[in-house]
């Protein structure tokens, strides 16, 4: 028996049937390369889905993990400690909540949006009942994230959800139609990650601002994927000037240490009261002082900077590859979507694997590219290398 096939069959006996058949078994990382058990190199241009900030094995990520490890990894929620107030302020400060700013800690993107869930039902002023989130959205796999996910396939073995989310197109006309005094929360992803990294519609963002703020309506904004200095900015939503009353995040603040948050701002502070939500895990001092250790480092190696740089020359080596299965490049610095002609992706992420690059097929006709935040020179030069490789192997459909 190869040591391919016994892996892939441990997997196959031993894990829940829920995940497909994996691509590699990976043993180590370093930078933007990691390694698989045959010893092949690859460049990872997804970094754990938009995860790995500062890729593999680097020092501020390994020494923050190890020192607090090694100081109190875990208190109960009958305690705070210093990682966890020094979080809780960063990210009132780089999310702009500011003083009226309040943050929750959980674990995952998915606790985040269930504690954005719960905030939602908490905006009681009149008779509120109804959640509005759009088609084709992906807020998580648990059952309230799931509600709020615009993808029926995922939910439909699922049903029934919990009650009240509508999903409305991603169109002005559709937020304009939709949102009124009956509305408790509107909750976006400025730019769709799992749709294939799409836009939203030019001013979307912006008339969804100012219809939530006219009906008392809160703008709740899911930057799971887009938040942490990938697209250019600490977040998308400042990219398109407007401001939440609530953001998620999780992914690329921990590095690879699992953690999410949610932030609220001004009124939307004073709806959770004591008692009503909690984590065990949430917010400890491991996790928590790990994502200082990323988001300190995010800010003091000019990595937000970085990313929107290294983006537009990732995107224009895209541009330049003269290859008929590219039909579009769309995406914010490090998140990018390669559009393609037709549906092959699983076909060019697999070509791409074989040439020793990781991306992703978002879906059959999308390339999803979300490299770490430290991609430099080198690695973007590979990435045109190997990416051209990938998508030559691949004969037209
Ligand atoms: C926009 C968005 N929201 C929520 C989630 C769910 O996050 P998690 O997988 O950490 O639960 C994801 C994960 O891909 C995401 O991209």
């Known amino acids: 028996m190869s040591t391919e096939t016994a892996w892939s069959d441990r997997f196959g006996d031993s894990l829940m049937k829920s995940m497909g058949s994996p691509f590699a078994l990976l043993t180590r990382g370093d930078g933007c390369y990691v390694w698989d058990e045959s010893g092949k190199q690859y460049l990872d241009f997804l970094a754990g889905i938009a995860v790995n900030s500062l890729g593999h094995a680097h020092p501020a990520f390994v020494d923050a993990v190890s020192r607090q490890a090694a100081t109190l990894a875990h208190v109960s929620n009958y305690f705070t400690t210093a990682p966890q107030l020094e979080l809780a302020e960063r990210l009132k400060r780089i999310t702009g909540a500011g003083a009226e700013g309040r943050v929750y800690f959980g674990n995952s993107g998915a606790e985040a949006n269930e504690a954005a869930f719960k905030l939602a039902r908490l905006n009681k002023t009149g008779s509120r009942h109804r959640i509005l989130a759009v088609h084709d959205s992906f807020h998580g796999r648990t059952m309230g994230a799931l509600a709020l996910t615009g993808k029926p396939a995922l939910r439909d073995a699922f049903e029934p959800m919990p009650s009240g989310v509508e999903h409305i197109d991603s169109t002005i006309e559709a937020l304009e139609r939709s949102i009124d005094g009956s509305v408790s929360a509107l909750i976006l992803e400025p730019i769709k990650g799992e749709a294939g990294v799409i836009e939203l519609p030019e001013g979307f963002l912006v008339r969804a601002r100012e219809l939530t703020a006219e009906h008392d309506v809160l703008l709740i904004l899911d930057e799971i ?173």
């Open 225 to 397: 994927q887009t938040g942490a200095g990938r697209t250019g900015s600490w977040f998308a939503y400042e990219q398109f000037g407007i401001v939440p009353d609530a953001v998620t995040m999780a992914k690329g603040m921990g590095g690879g240490f699992p953690i999410g948050a949610l932030v609220t701002f001004g009124w939307a502070s004073e709806l959770f009261q004591r008692g009503m939500h909690g984590s065990t895990f949430g917010g400890n001092p491991l996790a928590t002082a790990t994502a200082n250790a990323v988001l300190a480092e995010i800010e003091s190696a000019g990595l937000i900077q970085n990313a929107a740089a290294r983006g537009a020359e990732i995107a224009q080596s895209i541009r330049e590859i003269d290859s008929p299965h590219v039909a579009e490049v769309r995406g914010r610095g490090l998140l990018i979507g390669v559009g393609l002609a037709s549906p092959i992706a699983a076909a060019v992420s697999a070509a791409a694997l074989e040439a020793g690059l990781i991306v992703n097929a978002a879906n059959d006709s999308s390339i999803r590219i979300a490299p770490p935040l430290i991609v430099g020179d080198d690695e973007v030069r590979l990435f045109a290398e190997r990416f051209r490789e990938a998508l030559d192997a691949v004969p037209s459909a």
